[in-house]
């Protein structure tokens, strides 16, 4: 059975720092994109970050660029999000998936997903 268990959120103020983990079991992703998503309440899901199965390439969205790091370590199937300078609006439920099919940027090419963790940042 496929777990991607999220870890690593909580409440911190604005300019502060997290560190999400996702660590997956059940079976090996290493041959297989990662990727993060948000929800904020009210909001769709969106994308946050991704990296591919080995780590060469990683993408952000623009909310994130120059804030968020996305990595991976493939030995025990975990992928990290590196959180800085949170501003309140990064407020939001955070998802780690696996991407299966298509555009790592695309929520339709992933096809596994963690239960997600939330991220509060006070102002």
């Known amino acids: 059975q496929v777990q991607l268990v999220e870890s690593g959120g909580g409440l911190v103020q604005a300019g502060g720092s997290l560190r999400l983990s996702c660590a997956a079991s059940?079976?090996?992703?290493?041959?297989?994109?990662m990727g993060w998503f948000r929800q904020a309440p009210g909001k769709e899901r969106e994308f946050v970050a991704a990296i591919s199965w080995n780590g060469a390439v990683s993408q952000y969205a623009d909310s994130g660029k120059g804030r968020f790091t996305i990595s991976r370590d493939n030995a025990k199937n975990t992928v990290y999000l590196q959180m800085n300078s949170l501003k309140p609006e990064d407020t939001a439920v955070y998802y780690c998936?696996?991407?299966?099919?298509?555009?790592?940027?695309?929520?339709?090419?992933?096809?596994?997903w963690g239960q997600g963790t939330q991220v509060t940042v006070s102002s």
């Open positions: 998936a696996v991407n299966t099919y298509g555009s790592m940027r695309s929520e339709r090419g992933y096809g596994y």
């Open positions: 059940g079976r090996s992703f290493s041959n297989s994109a």
